[in-house]
């Protein structure tokens, strides 16, 4: 088997999936407010494309300030649990409960609380993104071989030095695939949150463009909104990828896969 | 240079790895520690060079001073290389610890790789490097600070013999030409015999220095196919052979 012939069949099966979808909803007379075709989506979408786009760009914005958040303060708190034991036992019980509490259910109070609908978005979608990028980090904080640390002792450098030029670069690797985890649930996190301010009244990102598609029967256009959503998602983890491949490419790391 | 008395350590799972050594390196001597795994070895090149304290005992070293960071270069079994660093930013390491800056130290980095034969690999990562050449590098990193004392923990256990034997010979030539004192901890006699001015033979359960033996082996290119070298391989495994027997 080829390389072209691998990377094309994902393309060509998804195509032939999309062929069928049309032939099955037009060959049955499947009406389109229960189940549009794929053409009747790309309509939907070119009937009102600035609009969809202005919703995506509005979830993007919350996405990524999430991310950017998620990511400072998973690195701030994985070195301060990395420096200290005591900050370790303050902070790990708090982080799996940060983990394990399902988004849909403190969203609601949390956009009561978080008085700026912006700034609720982006809270709910940090709780969501923070995890992954947090616990990846402080793995790799600990991940140099017990014979470097050794080393530095010996050459008597201080826990700063031992931080700089031995703990933070041995975790960028794990660093790098915690960000590229958390970069989709930072999406999720956005989505559902919109969702759930979508019904209070305020924001326009993707996920109320789906709520208010629903509400007047524009399947269609739903499912537009839907695709847009599944794309960014699919651009957001690719492009995280391949940021790190070529992070650790260029530091002459054997890249992570 | 070096006195080390009636040492005793016991890890806290209980396990004694060493009892009553006692041990004087001499100022530019090269020691090997012989010993199967688990005589304490290792354990007592970690106490030497302060990474571990004894539990009784003491090291004395002979101006009374303690050792300063660089005093004591140590290479492990694997090379222990920063991945994301070039031979020449791994050599530099040491000297970046005690706070110095690149253009004072670029100069003494450069000749330590030249002294270790790794001239023109400067830029290479590890990952590009084979196993003799990064432990090449690891060597020139213990190297670079002009260490009083190199100890050296199986540092050629993981590469074969070729590359081994020919470590080995340039180990004995930096060794001439630097003059520092080397303690080497290896589980093979050929390795032992070849390398070392004084084999110091240890036991396991619980570690223990058994004996000593003197070399008087004259170092040059032909020393493997010198017949003094096979008696002397043939006396430490006799000795090494009674001591384990009667342990």
Same mark, same amino acid.
């Given at each position: 088997?080829?390389?072209?012939?691998?990377?094309?069949?994902?393309?060509?099966?998804?195509?032939?999936?999309?062929?069928?979808?049309?032939?099955?909803?037009?060959?049955?007379?499947?009406?389109?407010?229960?189940?549009?075709?794929?053409?009747?989506?790309?309509?939907?979408?070119?009937?009102?494309? &600035? !609009? +969809?786009?202005? =919703?995506?760009?509005?979830? /993007?914005?919350?996405?990524?300030? @999430?991310?950017? #958040? %998620?990511?400072?303060?998973?690195?701030?708190?994985?070195?301060?649990?990395?420096?200290?034991?005591?900050?370790?036992?303050?902070?790990?019980?708090?982080?799996?409960?940060?983990?394990?509490?399902?988004?849909?259910?403190?969203?609601?109070?949390?956009?009561?609380?978080?008085?700026?609908?912006?700034?609720?978005?982006?809270?709910?979608?940090?709780?969501?993104?923070?995890?992954?990028?947090?616990?990846?980090?402080?793995?790799?904080?600990?991940?140099?071989?017990?014979?470097?640390?050794?080393?530095?002792?010996?050459?008597?450098?201080?826990?700063?030095?031992?931080?700089?030029?031995?703990?933070?670069?041995?975790?960028?690797?794990?660093?790098? &695939? !915690? +960000?590229?985890? =958390?970069?989709?649930?930072? /999406?999720?996190?956005?989505?559902? @949150?919109?969702? #759930? %301010?979508?019904?209070?009244?305020?924001?326009?990102?993707?996920?109320?463009?789906?709520?208010?598609?629903?509400?007047?029967?524009?399947?269609?256009?739903?499912?537009?909104?839907?695709?847009?959503?599944?794309?960014?998602?699919?651009?957001?983890?690719?492009?995280?990828?391949?940021?790190?491949?070529?992070?650790?490419?260029?530091?002459?790391?054997?890249?992570?896969? | 240079?070096?006195?080390?008395?009636?040492?005793?350590?016991?890890?806290?799972?209980?396990?004694?790895?060493?009892?009553?050594?006692?041990?004087?390196?001499?100022?530019?001597?090269?020691?090997?520690?012989?010993?199967?795994?688990?005589?304490?070895?290792?354990?007592?090149?970690?106490?030497?060079?302060?990474?571990?304290?004894?539990?009784?005992?003491?090291?004395?070293?002979?101006?009374?001073?303690?050792?300063?960071?660089?005093?004591?270069?140590?290479?492990?079994?694997?090379?222990?290389?920063?991945?994301?660093?070039?031979?020449?930013?791994?050599?530099?390491?040491?000297?970046?610890?005690?706070?110095?800056?690149?253009?004072?130290?670029?100069?003494?980095?450069?000749?330590?790789?030249?002294?270790?034969?790794?001239?023109?690999?400067?830029?290479?990562?590890?990952?590009?490097?084979?196993?003799?050449?990064?432990?090449?590098?690891?060597?020139?990193?213990?190297?670079?600070?002009?260490?009083?004392?190199?100890?050296?923990?199986?540092?050629?256990?993981?590469?074969?013999?070729?590359?081994?034997?020919?470590?080995?010979?340039?180990?004995?030539?930096?060794?001439?030409?630097?003059?520092?004192?080397?303690?080497?901890?290896?589980?093979?006699?050929?390795?032992?015999?070849?390398?070392?001015?004084?084999?110091?033979?240890?036991?396991?359960?619980?570690?223990?220095?058994?004996?000593?033996?003197?070399?008087?082996?004259?170092?040059?290119?032909?020393?493997?196919?010198?017949?003094?070298?096979?008696?002397?391989?043939?006396?430490?495994?006799?000795?090494?052979?009674?001591?384990?027997?009667?342990?």
């Amino acid at each position: 088997m080829n390389e072209r012939a691998l990377r094309a069949a994902p393309l060509l099966f998804g195509l032939l999936a999309l062929i069928l979808w049309e032939a099955a909803v037009r060959l049955a007379g499947v009406p389109v407010y229960i189940v549009p075709g794929p053409i009747a989506i790309v309509q939907a979408f070119l009937a009102d494309p &600035s !609009g +969809l786009l202005m =919703s995506l760009a509005s979830t /993007l914005i919350v996405t990524f300030a @999430a991310l950017i #958040v %998620a990511a400072t303060l998973g690195v701030v708190l994985a070195v301060a649990m990395a420096a200290s034991r005591l900050a370790r036992a303050a902070i790990v019980p708090w982080a799996v409960v940060l983990q394990v509490t399902p988004i849909v259910a403190i969203a609601p109070l949390i956009i009561i609380w978080v008085g700026n609908p912006f700034a609720a978005l982006v809270t709910c979608a940090v709780i969501v993104a923070f995890f992954p990028v947090f616990a990846n980090t402080a793995t790799g904080l600990a991940s140099a071989a017990p014979e470097l640390s050794d080393l530095f002792v010996l050459y008597g450098a201080g826990r700063w030095r031992t931080l700089r030029l031995l703990r933070l670069p041995s975790a960028l690797p794990y660093f790098l &695939s !915690g +960000l590229r985890i =958390s970069g989709g649930l930072a /999406l999720v996190g956005a989505v559902v @949150a919109e969702f #759930v %301010a979508g019904s209070g009244g305020f924001a326009s990102g993707l996920a109320y463009r789906i709520l208010e598609a629903g509400y007047r029967l524009q399947i269609p256009r739903m499912f537009a909104a839907l695709v847009l959503l599944s794309i960014a998602g699919i651009v957001i983890n690719f492009g995280l990828g391949a940021l790190g491949d070529f992070i650790l490419r260029r530091r002459g790391d054997a890249p992570i896969g | 240079m070096l006195r080390i008395r009636a040492v005793g350590r016991r890890f806290d799972n209980g396990v004694e790895a060493l009892r009553d050594v006692s041990l004087d390196v001499a100022q530019g001597d090269f020691v090997a520690l012989l010993g199967p795994s688990g005589c304490g070895k290792s354990t007592l090149l970690r106490l030497i060079a302060g990474l571990d304290r004894p539990d009784t005992g003491g090291l004395e070293w002979d101006d009374g001073r303690r050792t300063a960071p660089g005093d004591i270069g140590f290479v492990f079994q694997d090379a222990t290389l920063l991945p994301w660093a070039s031979a020449e930013q791994n050599v530099f390491l040491p000297l970046r610890l005690r706070g110095m800056a690149w253009t004072e130290a670029a100069g003494a980095v450069r000749a330590t790789l030249a002294r270790v034969g790794l001239e023109g690999f400067e830029q290479q990562r590890p990952r590009q490097l084979s196993g003799g050449m990064r432990m090449r590098v690891s060597i020139a990193r213990a190297l670079v600070t002009r260490p009083r004392v190199l100890l050296m923990d199986e540092p050629f256990a993981a590469l074969d013999e070729f590359t081994r034997h020919r470590l080995q010979a340039d180990l004995l030539r930096v060794w001439q030409d630097v003059g520092c004192t080397v303690v080497f901890v290896t589980h093979s006699i050929y390795e032992a015999a070849f390398l070392a001015r004084r084999v110091v033979l240890m036991t396991p359960r619980p570690g223990r220095i058994e004996r000593e033996m003197d070399s008087t082996l004259v170092i040059g290119p032909q020393t493997r196919l010198d017949p003094a070298y096979t008696t002397l391989v043939a006396s430490i495994s006799r000795a090494m052979e009674q001591a384990l027997t009667a342990a």
